[in-house]
């Protein structure tokens, strides 16, 4: 088990608490195999009736996977630890499969930031799920920040956001708050900070058969739909789907270049500043996972995780932002008019036979 992972019973509900703020609970090969553990033991234990994962700190629920270690990993440690890299993405993905489709209640409090591996643990499937935000919710996938592309399932759940809202938060890694996600389709409820201890106190002594109806009674005191129908994603829903519906991403900045709006020069200069390359792979991606399942784009995350260390645009991305944090990554290809079709097909390419897949198993 991890010291950074705190898993209890109360109430027959079991309780996870990510414990790293220092890190701001950033996923470790430590963390996912004690959450793993704990899920597992819970899914059949008729003493468990639903299972709330949480932060002990505000400012982050998690910040995704530890990037300061894939970056060691790749480039300072010997080579056999890099067998601890193939074991991360794996368990990691792994146990997003296994939060997807949890036979029980799944209550995520997605207080302060929530990005790349945080999303992993809070996006679980429809049957389960009960995902909240406050005001104080940060939430992104913004992998390509950082030469990566949203995995974690995200080619699944983006693609599950309404229009093209998934695509524009996908190749910008735009930072939403708490109503963007729900309108997102990437959250349910809203509560303020100052109810998490009576929310808290309601999941430790409700009765309620399913604890999800319960405190979607309480929080309806604190929002309306009309909270959520005038967020800052929906007074830009017809430019994102405007620009996102294009599929080449040189033609989606082009489209941003034609419009003077404060909007849209915005997102361009912001997706300037991403990786050209894994701006064209999150394309690509998005676009081959619309009507795969949870396990096939997981599936094929997983082996593109695997080239994108071998090219090692992740390694330049968490270089300038992790590392020496001089924020200019030299981005190779450096412009999207040098990114090669070729090239973003090549991450697609399989790596394993489909029996010897690490994620063959998932169903």
Request: charged share 20%; net charge negative.
């Given at each position: 088990m991890s010291s950074h992972v705190l898993s209890e019973i109360k109430n027959r509900i079991g309780i996870i608490t990510l414990d790293r703020p220092k890190a701001l609970n950033s996923l470790s090969l430590e963390m996912v195999r004690a959450i793993t553990a704990s899920l597992l033991a819970w899914r059949t234990d008729p003493e468990v009736k639903a299972v709330l994962i949480q932060s002990s700190s505000e400012k982050a629920f998690c910040a995704g996977g530890d990037i300061r270690f894939f970056y060691d990993v790749g480039t300072k440690t010997p080579m056999q630890d890099s067998a601890l890299?193939?074991?991360?993405?794996?368990?990691?993905?792994?146990?997003?499969?296994?939060?997807?489709?949890?036979?029980?209640?799944?209550?995520?409090?997605?207080?302060?930031v929530v990005m790349g591996g945080g999303m992993g643990i809070a996006q679980s499937g429809v049957a389960s799920r009960l995902r909240i935000v406050?005001?104080?919710?940060?939430?992104?996938?913004?992998?390509?920040?950082?030469?990566?592309?949203?995995?974690?399932?995200?080619?699944?759940?983006?693609?599950?956001?309404p229009g093209e809202i998934g695509r524009?938060?996908?190749?910008?890694?735009?930072?939403?708050?708490?109503?963007?996600?729900?309108?997102?389709?990437?959250?349910?409820?809203?509560?303020?900070?100052?109810?998490?201890?009576?929310?808290?106190?309601?999941?430790?002594?409700?009765e309620n058969?399913?604890?999800?109806?319960?405190?979607?009674?309480?929080?309806?005191?604190?929002?309306?739909a009309s909270?959520?129908?005038?967020?800052?994603?929906?007074?830009?829903?017809?430019?994102?789907?405007?620009?996102?519906?294009?599929?080449?991403?040189?033609?989606?900045?082009?489209?941003?270049?034609?419009?003077?709006?404060?909007?849209?020069?915005?997102?361009?200069?912001?997706?300037?500043?991403?990786?050209?390359?894994?701006?064209?792979?999150?394309?690509?991606?998005?676009?081959?996972?619309?009507q795969k399942s949870v396990a096939e784009c997981l599936r094929i995350e997983r082996t593109m995780v695997r080239h994108c260390f071998k090219h090692g645009e992740v390694l330049e991305g968490v270089r300038a932002l992790v590392v020496d944090k001089d924020n200019t990554p030299q981005w190779l290809p450096a412009s999207m008019a040098e990114v090669d079709d070729a090239l973003v097909a090549s991450f697609f390419a399989e790596v394993w036979p489909n029996y010897a897949h690490p994620l063959a198993h998932l169903e």
């Amino acid at each position: 088990m991890s010291s950074h992972v705190l898993s209890e019973i109360k109430n027959r509900i079991g309780i996870i608490t990510l414990d790293r703020p220092k890190a701001l609970n950033s996923l470790s090969l430590e963390m996912v195999r004690a959450i793993t553990a704990s899920l597992l033991a819970w899914r059949t234990d008729p003493e468990v009736k639903a299972v709330l994962i949480q932060s002990s700190s505000e400012k982050a629920f998690c910040a995704g996977g530890d990037i300061r270690f894939f970056y060691d990993v790749g480039t300072k440690t010997p080579m056999q630890d890099s067998a601890l890299l193939e074991d991360f993405f794996t368990e990691e993905y792994a146990l997003n499969h296994l939060i997807h489709f949890y036979p029980k209640p799944y209550i995520a409090l997605l207080n302060g930031v929530v990005m790349g591996g945080g999303m992993g643990i809070a996006q679980s499937g429809v049957a389960s799920r009960l995902r909240i935000v406050t005001e104080r919710t940060k939430m992104a996938m913004p992998e390509v920040n950082i030469g990566l592309f949203p995995d974690v399932g995200g080619g699944y759940f983006l693609n599950q956001s309404p229009g093209e809202i998934g695509r524009y938060l996908g190749l910008t890694g735009e930072v939403i708050q708490g109503m963007d996600a729900i309108y997102a389709n990437l959250a349910d409820i809203y509560i303020p900070t100052a109810a998490i201890p009576d929310l808290l106190q309601l999941i430790a002594q409700s009765e309620n058969t399913d604890l999800r109806v319960a405190i979607r009674d309480y929080a309806s005191q604190f929002y309306q739909a009309s909270d959520v129908e005038n967020c800052t994603l929906a007074q830009h829903r017809s430019a994102i789907d405007h620009h996102f519906k294009i599929h080449r991403v040189d033609e989606v900045m082009a489209s941003l270049a034609n419009d003077t709006s404060p909007f849209a020069l915005a997102t361009l200069a912001t997706m300037n500043k991403r990786s050209p390359l894994m701006m064209a792979v999150t394309s690509e991606q998005l676009q081959r996972c619309q009507q795969k399942s949870v396990a096939e784009c997981l599936r094929i995350e997983r082996t593109m995780v695997r080239h994108c260390f071998k090219h090692g645009e992740v390694l330049e991305g968490v270089r300038a932002l992790v590392v020496d944090k001089d924020n200019t990554p030299q981005w190779l290809p450096a412009s999207m008019a040098e990114v090669d079709d070729a090239l973003v097909a090549s991450f697609f390419a399989e790596v394993w036979p489909n029996y010897a897949h690490p994620l063959a198993h998932l169903e």
